[in-house]
């Protein structure tokens, strides 16, 4: 033990000469540990850059709370209002899925009227008539070719050129052609109608699968459906029409022929009394 | 890292042999000490500015674009409920239904279903009331007071072929819009029913359940035009159907003519 104490002290005593020999390097050395060494732990209490720090996060703290809290609290508060008012009076789902139910509804009604209207309504009893008859009432406008035949069959054709003058032949081959059209008209127009209906159907689907947001797009294609019905109403009507105002032609032609008969028998019986 | 830099300085220091060893050691030593030292502290002064910058930050930008942003959606809600929903003009609107319901549904239905029957025989009757009766299960009754009104086909025997065509096909046609016509009575009673239906439930509709009330209804619209069309399709046949049986008559009105005159000349020529 009393070795290791000598040998400590002399070590102690050389390093000290050591360090008296070599001023400059012990200076040296000091400087870097002194650059080299940790700084000192600054305590919370008592340090002043702590307690600025701490009033600074307390006053960021409480602006936060005020200034960015509140104004938020206030944007909540306004958006759950509008949520409120859109959920319950704009957009209440009870409503929804009652005019949701009703379309159902509706489209039982309608499907009613469409199986009302698939009723035969044919009625004729001879041969020739029912062939006319179930053309006309076919609802299938690829049917159209055969109602000439049929018609010709019924109603018989147009006079011979020997036969008929051809005033007469040509009053009554119009008035067969509008006839004729406005069966066909009638063919297409029942196809159409049944197309519209099965049309009306899908849509009527869509809008139960509809949202209030996309019910408006739906309502707008039936709208233009709606449009399109116009238009075919429409060109059942100019058929119509036709119709009647070659009906009214065809009156006139005959009062017209009839005078013309009348002056030449007039003239004829004249002739004949001179001869006498 | 520091400690073992230390060390191996002090070794260096220790051993360095000469002067100019020892100047050079102390110039790097010194240097590389200066750059791995801890970083001063920061003075007071830049803390509280930072703090205030961020202060500021939070009471200037953020607080206007909170403000405003708080405006917008005020000015929004009120827009909403002031002009484009307000609620008293949605009740409004959903009161007047009822009054209207009350004040029309009824009067109209009335109106609508006043007895328009006129007939005043027996047989005739019969055929009124049946064409009449909006029903679809009895169109065999149709054809029965039918032809118990206007007679039936004439047998082979009682008219040309011509006219047994004519005659039969008129009436096909006729007694085809007649059950047509029951057809779409019946469905405008069901069209009714629906429309009733949509009046209904618009009374207590909101502004977005709406768009589902309008579209249906423009769908029955379009259900409603097509079966006008299939009334128009009957009506057109039958037109034509007259239009027809008067060009059939012209016709054998030519071919008479022509017999006629054909017998008159054999006549003449025989005196």
């Known amino acids: ?41 600054k305590t919370q209490f008592i340090d002043p850059c702590c307690a ?18 509140g104004g938020l609290s206030g944007i909540l508060s306004i958006e759950r209002n509008i949520f409120d008012f859109e959920r319950d009076i704009v957009w209440p789902q009870r409503l929804i899925d009652e005019a949701k139910g009703l379309v159902g509804s509706i489209q039982g009604i309608y499907a009613q009227i469409e199986s009302v209207t698939q009723i035969a309504v044919n009625s004729a009893t001879l041969a020739s008539t029912q062939q006319l008859e179930q053309n006309i009432l076919s609802r299938d406008s690829a049917q159209i070719g055969q109602t000439g035949g049929h018609y010709t069959a019924v109603y018989g054709p147009v006079p011979g050129a020997t036969s008929a003058p051809v005033e007469v032949r040509n009053v009554i081959d119009i008035t067969d052609a509008v006839a004729q059209a406005a069966m066909k008209r009638a063919i297409q127009i029942d196809h159409l109608a049944t197309l519209e209906l099965e049309a009306a159907e899908r849509i009527n689907r869509s809008i139960q699968r509809a949202a209030p947001g996309s019910a408006p797009i739906i309502e707008a294609q039936a709208a233009a459906w709606l449009i399109r019905a116009n238009a075919y109403t429409q060109a059942a009507i100019a058929d119509l029409m036709r119709v009647r105002a070659i009906d009214l032609a065809g ?26 | 890292m520091t400690i073992a830099f230390f060390l191996l300085f002090s070794w260096l220091m220790v051993t360095a042999k000469t002067r100019r060893q020892l100047v050079a050691l102390t110039l790097v030593g010194t240097i590389a000490a200066t750059l791995v030292a801890p970083p001063p502290a920061q003075a007071q002064g830049t803390l509280t500015g930072a703090i205030q910058a961020v202060l500021d930050v ?108 004519m005659t039969d096909m008129d009436d096909a046609l006729a007694l085809g819009s007649l059950k047509t016509l029951k057809a779409s009575d019946a469905a405008v009673d069901l069209t009714l029913d629906a429309a009733d239906q949509l009046e209904d439930v618009a009374s207590e509709a909101a ?63 025989r005196n």
């Open chain 2, 207 to 269: 502004p977005g359940s709406a768009p589902f009330l309008t579209a249906a209804a423009v769908v029955a619209s379009i259900q409603s035009q097509a079966l006008t069309q299939k009334m128009l399709a009957a009506e057109l046949r039958q037109e034509a159907a007259r239009l027809a049986h008067g060009n059939a008559e012209r016709k054998r009105l030519t071919t008479n003519t022509n017999r006629l005159g054909d017998q008159i000349i054999n006549l003449l020529k």
């Open chain 1, 251 to 276: 009156a006139a032609a005959e009062v017209k022929s009839g005078a013309t008969y009348n002056s030449a028998l007039g003239q004829q019986l004249i002739d004949l009394l001179k001869r006498q």
């Open chain 2, 58 to 165: 939070i009471n200037g930008t953020i607080q206007t674009a909170l403000d405003s942003l708080n405006a917008v959606r005020g000015a929004v809600r009120a827009f909403y409920q002031s002009v484009i929903w307000p609620v008293n003009l949605i009740n409004q609107a959903r009161a007047q239904v009822t009054p209207m319901i009350g004040q029309y549904r009824q009067r109209m239905r009335d109106i609508f279903e006043s007895d328009v029957g006129s007939a005043t025989l027996a047989a005739t009757g019969q055929l009124e009331a049946v064409m009449r009766n909006k029903q679809t299960s009895d169109f065999n009754a149709v054809t029965t007071y039918f032809r118990n009104a206007f007679g039936p086909i004439p047998a082979d025997t009682a008219a040309s072929p011509e006219d047994r065509a």
């Open chain 1, 52 to 69: 600025i720090m701490g009033a600074g996060l307390s006053s960021i703290s409480s602006t936060l709370s005020n200034v960015i809290g």
């Open chain 1, 1 to 41: 033990m009393r070795k290791a104490i000598g040998q400590g002290l002399d070590g102690a005593k050389r390093s000290f000469y050591w360090a008296c020999d070599h001023k400059i390097r012990v200076v040296v050395l000091a400087l870097v540990l002194v650059l080299l060494a940790p700084q000192p732990v």
